[in-house]
């Protein structure tokens, strides 16, 4: 009855517009004052937030965003998209092609979808509309080309997978790379057999000379060199997490300052976006684990796992439910609420039927990445009609396709594993 008590508390307090976190702890407060009384609540609660800021691992959250804030301001998201469409412009629908290779590159510098989102909507979004792009598919690839920030290193939702599931953060950032590649390619293959099936959909756009095209390849050269040495200094075992995400947040300033004389405004800007964000992801942290306590005191998370196991479905049939479970809850949660609410519980039972929660907290992020974009929530598509003013049901409209090679992408992250696993099981 306690542990339902909880969870009455956190979703009434959801229902009436609270904050995640707020909901959270006050639930996991109510739940571990009717156990144990005041002194077992104030005890979890005086020690719970210190533990989990002063970790190491939580030191890679600003450091990462800060790095990511860095990067936007300097202008090189610009050029990103700029050398892809100058690379791929003239392939049948390389204007989406590069939307989707610059959200990718985009997503190895900054850990935030709507972010990603929103620079892609003031850059690649004018370029295919110059070129007469079918609106709702233009629209569509920059929403669903965004979320690839949660994917691939460094991902701020991996690192916030890691903590609640307790696993390594290295692994977990590393483990994104290759499933990063797969749902890149499927972004792009949509992109370019819709032009395929509809030519007029994405005509191909004007010839750039090569001189050109090598100097832009020189103007993201530094920032390419950034990223393979962030994440290569993980997988090779050089640096933790920690010191990586230090060394990119770094190595993003001396570009940042390189770039442009800058303001002292605009460099309190940075900082204080980042100092926020980061903030805001501690105390959701905190909260997840104060709640996840007080479901662990009532052994409410252990009597799941057994139910599961006893459940007449074999292991992937569960694994299949749970999926479709993750794509419900995309339509009216947001990335982070889903993380927090469910990891804490669901990944003890997918390590009780014997999988690897690394490759499953791959899985968890690639289904979040479509409550992105599907309605009726879908932020990115609501971020992609707030900065170009395409009305948010054509968004909706061009992302559908994309949805459909989603599940597709899962299906064969699901099938084969290794995709997820091989390079963390190479690391150093």
């Known amino acids: 009855m306690i542990p339902l008590t909880g969870i009455l508390i956190l979703f009434a307090m959801l229902l009436v517009g609270a904050p995640i976190s707020f909901a959270m702890i006050v639930a996991g407060a109510a739940g571990l004052y009717m156990i144990g009384g005041e002194m077992p609540m104030m005890a979890i609660l005086s020690s719970f937030p210190r533990e989990t800021a002063i970790t190491r691992e939580f030191i890679t959250v600003p450091m990462f965003l800060l790095m990511a804030e860095l990067v936007l301001k300097s202008g090189i998201a610009d050029d990103l998209f700029r050398t892809a469409a100058a690379w ?12 989707a290779l610059a959200g990718a590159g985009f997503g190895a510098i900054c850990g935030s979808s709507t972010a990603a989102a929103a620079t892609l909507s003031s850059t690649s979004l004018p370029a295919m509309t110059k070129y007469n792009y ?59 057999f819709l032009a395929w099936q509809k030519p007029e959909r994405a005509p191909i756009s004007e010839k750039v000379p090569l001189r050109e095209k090598i ?6 050269g530094p920032m390419l060199l950034l990223m393979l040495a962030v994440t290569g200094a993980i997988y090779g075992g050089v640096a933790t997490p920690s010191e990586a995400s230090a060394l990119g947040a770094f190595g993003a300033a001396i570009l940042y300052f390189a770039r442009a004389r800058r303001s002292w405004p605009e460099i309190y800007e940075v900082f204080s976006k980042a100092a926020r964000t980061s903030c805001m992801i501690a105390l959701i942290v905190m909260s997840a684990h104060v709640f996840s306590t007080f479901f662990a005191m009532t052994q409410t998370t252990q009597g799941l796992v057994r139910w599961v196991g006893d459940l007449p479905l074999p292991s992937w049939g569960v694994i299949i439910v749970l999926v479709l479970i993750y794509i419900l809850l995309g339509t009216f949660l947001d990335q982070m609420a889903i993380l927090v609410l469910t990891v804490p519980i669901v990944v003890p039972m997918v390590i009780n ?26 932020l990115n598509a609501f971020v992609v009609s707030r900065y170009s003013g395409t009305p948010v049901g054509e968004v909706f409209r061009g992302i559908w396709p994309h949805f459909i090679a989603h599940i597709i992408a899962i299906g064969i992250l699901l099938l084969f594993p290794a995709l997820s696993l091989w390079l963390p099981h190479q690391m150093n």
């Open 353 to 378: 039927l014997g999988y690897d929660p690394i490759w499953w907290g791959v899985i968890v992020i690639v289904t979040a990445e479509l409550g992105m974009v599907t309605p009726p929530l879908g």
């Open 215 to 220: 100097y832009l390849l020189r103007l993201i």
């Open 134 to 192: 079918e609106r709702p598919m233009a629209a569509g690839v920059v929403a669903i080309s965004g979320t690839l920030s949660m994917l691939i290193p460094p991902s701020v939702a991996m690192i916030v997978y890691g903590l609640l599931a307790d696993v390594s953060i290295a692994q977990m950032l590393v483990a994104g790379v290759v499933p990063g590649m797969l749902v890149t390619f499927t972004i792009g293959f949509t992109v370019w």
């Open 88 to 99: 791929f412009g003239r392939v049948r629908g390389g204007l989406g092609i590069a939307t």
